[in-house]
């Protein structure tokens, strides 16, 4: 197993976004990542240690972080030198339309012979009008790709029949496009590893650190994610990850759960060998009683020291917070309340109050939690601009119902760039008061390439005007930048920073606007010649990306086990017999 069977590659948001003036604004300003979306999906690590169980060799490379850390990094000479059996390609989430495609198009062009695969959800919903582009020969569709990815890596590499792989989209040998049925479905989360052993094995095989980092700055903020299920037990309208889109478009009709023992396993091993905080995801509640204790125990039994932070999509109780308090060294909370109003809260389908919502803060101050993230979003339901002014009165009365803690971070941003594909207000917005302004793949392509997130987003909402919304964020967004400054939970720089940065940002915001009054060709030379101020304040807009950390210290116990990892993969490449294989599909191999 010397060659590299599969390569999986993440493009960025926009191909290339380095040539293009696009004023993305605070689109991926709550996520980790750029605008760009370097962010690949974990689906790659779970691919990628899943078939190399199977004997498959897998090598990711990021090349939207490679692009966004090297200014003169050349992709069409890196795709060039590649030689894989397959390309893999995600298109996972629907920002990425544009550079997924792109890529594709530069992988046939320099191999034209060597298979394109495509998956993850957005592929996954427009499947049919993505294999009918000529640089995409597969799509697998669906929330566990794994064990139909071996068997076509298997079958590209015997040259033998696809026909029975589930999942697969292809085309056979007269160009007609066959769909196979959507069957593997797996009712549990339990078959895959979410420990990242993968990515560390494959740092140290192919002496690359970089081309697999998850996002650009993860080597100064290494945070993991722990994954609780697949699927979603809620319904919240614009979501495309919610119980009724697994339903209708990802095959799914019941949630799966991952074993609490083999999350407890998943989050030692991050803590072995990772100093930063682990975040997990998909409220554990959601399988009930009997599961949160397993797992809250469990972790108490691993004597867990690093932080940890749960995202709960309601307000947990006082008893629970007991719970973790009792259990845990350094928890924190986090929690999307969307809006401090109950009826905007309640059509975007969280339908709890807002002082239900007020005493759980207090509770959890009251049980040692850390840290407590809250997020809202502009652009949802019924929410007006004067709801969204709204937002930062009622956080402020919230600081001082807790005593103005700073341990309380509220944030706020656009539902941007797109709404969820397969979400409920997708499907039927008309029902939810949107207007839609993109459907298909290739529109949503076009988007993109527009010169601003106005521009961009794939919605109108009735109850405001785009030039509202574009205002309103901006302004809540100061306004919860002056009330964290105020109660200390971010030091007076960062606060002077933000401001200065959303004040600039909408600035270039009217400046744009302007430009597109103007007729081609002169819009894209004026754009051009803004590109300048345009980049630099596309990294971050409402907040400071460093808020959304949480501390991280690395000991010598990390160090010791990295080391002993790179002396035992080290080894099993000077003697491959020392590694195990899984002879699950071994018939087909
Ligand atoms: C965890 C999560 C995150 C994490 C990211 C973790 C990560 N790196 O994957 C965080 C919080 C950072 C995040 C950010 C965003 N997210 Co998110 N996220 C989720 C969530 C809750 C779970 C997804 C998950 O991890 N699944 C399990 C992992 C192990 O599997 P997987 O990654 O899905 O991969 C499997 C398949 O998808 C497929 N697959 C994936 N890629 C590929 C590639 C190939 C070639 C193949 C064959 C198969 C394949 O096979 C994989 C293995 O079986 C879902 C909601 C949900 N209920 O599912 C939303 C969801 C996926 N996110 C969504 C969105 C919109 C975003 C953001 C764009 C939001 C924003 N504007 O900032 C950003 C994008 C960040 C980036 N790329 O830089 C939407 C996507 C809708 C759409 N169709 O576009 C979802 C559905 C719901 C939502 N609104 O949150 N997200
Ligand atoms: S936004 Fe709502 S439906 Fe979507 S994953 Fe979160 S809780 Fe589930």
């Known amino acids: 197993m010397s060659k590299t069977d599969l390569v999986l590659l993440h493009a960025p948001s926009v191909y290339d976004f380095r040539q293009t003036s ?6 991926s300003d709550l996520v980790p990542s750029s605008p ?20 498959i060799r897998v090598r990711i490379v990021n090349l939207a972080v490679l692009m966004l850390s090297k200014p003169d990094f050349d ?61 995409v020969d597969y799509v697998l569709r669906g929330d566990s790709t794994e064990e139909p990815f071996t068997r076509l890596m298997y079958a590209l590499k015997r040259g033998s029949s696809v026909s029975d792989i589930p999942n697969l989209i292809w085309k056979d040998a007269s160009g007609a496009i066959v769909v196979n049925a959507f069957t593997c479905v797996p009712p549990t989360f339990d078959h895959v590893k979410l420990d990242y052993s993968f990515s560390m094995r494959s740092v140290i095989r192919d002496r690359d650190m970089r081309s697999s980092l998850p996002f650009k700055d993860w080597l100064s903020y290494p945070v993991s994610a722990s994954l609780t299920c697949r699927g979603c037990t809620r319904n919240c309208v614009t979501c495309g990850g919610s119980a009724s889109a697994f339903r209708d478009h990802y095959g799914r009709d019941r949630v799966a759960f991952r074993d609490p023992e083999l999350l407890v ?51 947990p109780s006082e008893e629970f917070y007991q719970l973790l308090n009792e259990n845990l060294n350094d928890y924190s909370v986090e929690v999307s309340a969307e809006s401090h109003d109950d009826s905007v809260r309640a059509a975007f389908g969280k339908p709890y109050t807002w002082d239900s919502l007020c005493q759980s803060v207090e509770a959890a101050f009251r049980n040692n939690c850390q840290r407590f993230d809250l997020y809202f979003m502009t652009g949802i339901p019924t929410q007006t601009a004067a709801s969204v002014l709204g937002t930062v009165e009622a956080v402020e009365a919230l600081y001082e119902r807790i005593g103005n803690n700073p341990k ?18 997708f499907e039927d917005p008309g029902r939810f008061g949107y207007t839609l302004r993109a459907r298909t793949l290739e529109e949503h392509r076009r988007l993109l390439m527009q010169p601003s997130w106005k521009y961009i987003l794939n919605y109108v909402p009735d109850a405001m005007t785009l030039d509202e919304m574009v205002d309103v964020t901006y302004e809540a967004a100061l306004g919860l930048n002056r009330l964290k400054a105020r109660v200390g939970a971010i030091d ?38 803004y590109k300048h101020e345009i980049d630099q304040l596309n990294e971050s807009t409402v907040c400071e990306k460093t808020e959304l950390n949480w501390p991280a210290s690395a000991n010598l116990g990390h160090v010791l086990n990295n080391v002993r990892l790179w002396f035992r993969v080290n080894a099993e490449l000077a003697f491959p017999r020392l590694r195990k294989y899984d002879d699950r599909f071994a018939g087909e191999r």
């Not at 309380?408 to 207000?425: E, N, R």
């Not at 606060?495 to 606007?513: F, G, H, S, Y």
């Open 22 to 27: 696009i004023m993305y604004g605070p689109v």
């Open 36 to 55: 760009i979306f370097e962010m690949y999906p974990l689906g790659f690590t779970t691919i990628g240690e899943y078939l190399e169980r199977h004997g």
């Open 75 to 135: 992709v069409e000479k890196a795709i060039r030198e590649m030689d894989p059996v397959a390309f893999g390609i995600d298109l996972h989430w629907a920002p990425h339309a544009h550079g997924a495609v792109e890529v594709a198009r530069l992988c046939k062009e320099y191999h034209p012979h060597t298979p394109v695969v495509f998956g993850g959800f957005t592929s996954t919903y427009y499947h049919e009008e993505l294999i009918a582009y000529d640089c």
């Open 265 to 315: 396993a998943d989050i030692a091993h991050i803590a072995r060998h990772i100093p930063g905080p682990v975040f997990v995801l998909n409220d554990f509640r959601q399988a009930g009683d009997a599961y949160v204790e397993q797992f809250i125990t469990g972790l108490k039994r691993i004597d867990f020291k690093n932080p940890i932070g749960f995202e709960f999509f309601t307000p």
């Open 408 to 425: 309380l971070l509220p944030f706020i941003g656009p539902m941007a760039p797109f709404l969820d594909p397969g979400s409920q207000v």
């Open 492 to 529: 007076p720089g960062t606060a002077a920073t933000t401001e200065q940065r959303v004040l600039e940002a909408q600035i270039a915001m009217a400046r744009i606007d302007e430009i597109m009054r103007h007729d081609e060709p002169e819009r894209s030379t004026l754009l051009d010649a």
